[in-house]
């Protein structure tokens, strides 16, 4: 059973920067995408940035021009770098890979921007 390992959140102020990594723990046949969702308490879970197997990207309107989503198809992992971190990108995150078959999930990491 292939699982999606997400690292890299925590607590920093605003202004700062945060960086996530998720990467599955096994092969994941016909990848399309991969992305990172988020959802704030008493909010839907929202799509922050996707990334095709091509290579195109795309973002929240909230997140452009802050975030920049990247990935290592050999390694099948996928990053976040998220700089200018704002009070209202406080979420729980999830990392996303949709593959031929099934989509994936992560297990979610905290990110907490502080004023």
């Known amino acids: 059973q292939v699982q999606l390992v997400e690292s890299g959140g925590g607590l920093v102020q605003a202004g700062g920067s945060l960086s996530l990594s998720c990467a599955a723990s096994?092969?994941?046949?016909?990848?399309?995408?991969m992305g990172w969702y988020r959802q704030a308490p008493g909010k839907q879970r929202e799509l922050v940035a996707a990334?095709?197997?091509?290579?195109?990207?795309n973002y929240a309107d909230s997140v452009k021009g802050r975030f920049t989503i990247s990935r290592d198809g050999a390694k099948n992992t996928v990053y976040l770098q998220m700089n200018s971190l704002k009070p209202e990108d406080t979420a729980v995150y999830y990392c996303n890979i949709k593959g031929a078959l099934r989509n994936y999930w992560g297990q979610g990491t905290q990110v907490t921007v502080s004023s």
């Open positions: 096994g092969s994941i046949f016909g990848i399309s995408a």
């Open positions: 990334i095709t197997s091509g290579g195109v990207t």
